[in-house]
Structure formats: C-alpha cells, structure tokens
C-alpha cells in the first residue's frame, strides 16, 4: 500500500521516488566517503544536521503509529472471526504455517553456509579493524542481549501486566496478546454492546493508516537520509571481505522466496506466483526501503485486501500476527550469521549444534521486533550460547543495513504467502478473487475517491 496509502505526486509513483531517494542517498554517500571520508566536518555536519534528521524523522513518523495499528489490526482481525472456536481453528494453521516456513528457511540458510563456508574468508587485519571500528555498538548490542534472555519467561512474558506499557516499550508481544484478548472478548459479548468498541477500532485503524500515507509522502527524502548515513560513514570497503558472506544471505533469501515461498504460493494458496509477486510489489518496496516489518505492516494490510482481494478478517488477523512472529528472512540470516562468525572465531559447531543454531534462529526470529536491527540483539544471545565472541556481532553490523533492507523483504513475503494459504483454506478466498485490473493507478485512484478507506470487507 506504499501507492494507496501514499499516493505520490502526479508524475513519478511514489515506489520509484523511494528508489530513486535511495539510489541519490547511496551514491552521495559513497562519494563522499570516497572523496572526503567519514570524519571530514562537512559529512559529519550534514549526518548530524541533514541525512540523519531526515531519516530519523520518517522513521519516527511510521514508529509511532506501529502500537495502536497493531492493537486495532489485531482485535479487529479476531473480532471479524466471530466465533471463538474459529479463532481457535485459523490460529492454530497460522501458527503451522509459521513454524513451518521459518525452519524451512533457516535450515536453507544452515545448508548454505555448510556449502559455501564465507567464515574462512575473511582475513585477520580485516577482522581486526572491523572489531575495533564496532566494539562500541557491539558492547551496548551484547549488554542488551543478555537483559533480554529466552526461555520460560518469554512466554509468560507473552501475556502483559500492563498493555499500555507494552506499547511504551515497543514490546509488540504484549500489545499483540491484548489485542487478541480485546477481539475474543469483543465477540463474547452482545452485537450491540460490541458496535461502539469496533466502530473506534476501525476508525483507530482508519486515523493511523492516514498517518502513514503523510509519513509515506516524505518517504524518498527519509530513504535519501538513512542511506546516505551508512555510506558516507563506511563506503564500500567494508563490503569487500564480507562479500561472500553477504552474498550467502541474500542467495539463501532469494531461494526462499522465489523457490520455497513460490512453490507454497503455487500449490498452498492455488496462485500463480508470478501475479502473486506482481501484486505485491508496494509491500516489497517498502519493506526495502524501511528494513522494518512493523513498518511495512500497513501497506502489507492494504496489499493484501486490495491487491490480492483477500478478506479483511484473514488479512487483519494473520498480517499482524505474522509481522512479529513470522520472520523467515531473519531467521534465515540469523542461521547463516551464526556460523559464519563461529568460523571466523574457529569454533567448529557438530551436527546436533548446528540443530540447536536451527532452533534458536526459529524462536528468536519470532521474538524480534520488526524494526530495523530488530534481530541482533537475540542473535548475540545465541552466539555467547555457543561461545563465539558475542562482540563478533561486530563484524556484521557494519553491512547489516542491506542484508536487513533484504530480509525484511522476505519476512513479509512469508506473511502475505502465510495469508492467501490461510484464506484459501478457509473456503474465504481463491485465485479468482485476486482482483484483475488493479494497477497502481487504480490504488491510488481508489484512495483519493474514498477517504473513509479502509472499509469492513463485504
Ligand atoms: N528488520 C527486520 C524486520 O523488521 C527484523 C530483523 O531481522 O532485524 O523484519
């Protein structure tokens, strides 16, 4: 929904403004990494006074709408599912389907790093510097890593004392269970008392999602900003030894996408995934361009109800649902990073190891928080679990904007995919219904006539 939401100007669409942005920002930044270098006064000024302001501005615009979105969305979803036994029943194929498609990816990206081995790559100078340039964010990384242990406590955690201070702290696990108490509840008690509640949640929804399509409208600056931050500081030197490293993840992520995540399009959701990727665009784009699924979840809502017609109760339940939980992007890249910094530090991991990585990059990719580097604080925990240095973290951090940019991609491919397979198997929705015609014209047209968007589903 980057184009519904965010109908751009009357020229250029506003996807192809937000690539442009990033591509000003990133050769702007590069030249001047190359031409002056990082600490040259006027780069540090226009990251302090320009670029960063920008981006960080955009940023905050989507960030603050994510808690009442996901709140609404969620209770909502549930609400719109009627009977509570139903919730039972869709909840527990979505989480399947989770599950399922998260081990997929992980091990994918296990396999290939067994077959490439990128850890045996990077020379010792290199990795000297990398570690000093780093050890500063890799030292706050670590310390938050080990406040934020997993285990028993995650899931009790699940359940908030205190919703509104779940939203303070972007613990979107406590917002997401509150919204579906609210829901469940909502659907136990009278149509009648239940109205009021429901009709402030749709126009809760309706308020933020208009928030979003200002936020969106300074989009390509914002994009220019970030992008020209990361490139000014680094360059593309740091790019150079961790290429193949680089090169794993973002092969494993398009595997998992136009291989693992087609095939279920094809056979569990009965789509061609050929349209299926057509019609996503304005959620790939945008996840891109945010490296944040929470981010992305708006335009993931209006991609899915308008572009691929699936019905908005399976759409506002598994969409929300999935943009935390479901990550196969991250727990992909978490899979291949861990090994990878495990044979630069020459720790052999065994068989049964590599399982337990497996699992650990499963259960952290659904704990992380889809913003951008919303990962690597859970994946320094795996990595002091099995004795790499969790400063090793360090070595990736630097190169993390474009592997996060990619795998945000994929974790909300998983969950736009997870979507159609759940409404199809729910008898709600098939390939048929995927409207024809609607081009990003037509969304944005749509948009501008009815400003009450979004409405119930028929
Ligand atoms: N940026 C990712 C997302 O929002 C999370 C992560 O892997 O860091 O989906």
């Avoid at 990251?47 to 969620?74: D, E, H, T, W």
């Avoid at 389907?97 to 490439?116: C, E, H, M």
């Avoid at 861990?338 to 590599?354: D, H, N, Y």
Wanted: glycine letters at 10%; one cysteine or more; hydrophobic letters at 55%.
């Amino acid at each position: 929904m980057s184009e519904p939401v965010a109908a751009g100007g009357k020229g250029m669409k506003l996807h192809t403004k937000i690539l442009v942005g990033l591509a000003i920002g990133a050769v702007l930044g590069i030249t001047a990494n190359v031409m002056l270098g990082a600490d040259n006064p006027t780069v540090e000024w226009i990251n302090k006074y320009l670029a960063g302001p920008i981006g960080q501005i955009f940023l905050r615009m989507l960030f603050m709408i994510v808690m009442p979105l996901v709140f609404a969305s969620i209770a909502l979803g549930v609400a719109g599912l009627g009977d509570i036994r139903h919730v039972g029943r869709v909840g527990a194929k979505t989480m399947a389907y989770f599950l399922i498609t998260t081990i997929l990816s992980a091990t994918l990206g296990l396999v290939l790093v067994n077959i490439v081995r990128p850890g045996s790559r990077v020379d010792s100078t290199v990795r000297a510097e990398l570690l000093a340039t780093y050890a500063g964010d890799a030292a706050s990384k670590v310390e938050a890593a080990q406040t934020g242990s997993f285990g028993i406590e995650t899931l009790v955690n699940f359940v908030t004392r205190n919703p509104i201070k779940s939203a303070v702290d972007m613990d979107m696990m406590g917002v997401i269970f509150f919204g579906l108490m609210f829901g469940a509840a909502l659907t136990m008690i009278t149509a009648a008392r239940a109205k009021p509640m429901m009709d402030v949640l749709q126009a809760l929804q309706d308020v933020v999602i208009k928030i979003v399509e200002i936020a969106m409208r300074i989009a390509p600056y914002g994009v220019a900003g970030l992008i020209f931050g990361v490139t000014s500081r680094f360059g593309y030197s740091l790019l150079v030894p961790l290429g193949s490293f680089v090169a794993v993840v973002i092969v494993g992520l398009l595997i998992h996408a136009l291989v693992t995540l087609a095939l279920i399009v094809k056979f569990g959701a009965g789509l061609s995934p050929v349209l299926f990727y057509s019609r996503v665009r304005s959620s790939i784009v945008t996840a891109f361009s945010t490296s944040s699924s929470a981010a992305t979840l708006p335009t993931n809502l209006a991609v899915a109800e308008q572009n691929l017609g699936i019905p908005r109760h399976i759409a506002g339940f598994v969409l929300p649902l999935g943009n935390t939980m479901c990550m196969n992007g991250t727990s992909l890249f978490e899979g291949v990073t861990v090994l990878f910094l495990a044979e630069v530090f020459g720790i052999t991991l065994s068989l049964p190891q590599m399982i337990v990585v497996m699992f650990m990059a499963v259960i952290t990719a659904v704990g992380a928080a889809g913003v951008p580097g919303g990962s690597i604080p859970l994946l320094v925990g795996i990595l002091t679990m099995f004795g790499i240095p969790g400063e090793g973290i360090a070595l990736v951090l630097g190169i993390d904007r474009i592997l996060d940019m990619s795998r945000t991609v994929v974790n909300i491919l998983g969950d736009l995919s997870g979507t159609c397979v759940i409404a199809r198997s729910e008898g709600v929705w098939s390939a048929a219904d995927v409207p024809k015609t609607v081009g990003d014209m037509d969304l944005e047209a749509k948009l501008d006539e009815s400003p009450d968007w979004p409405k119930p589903a028929a």
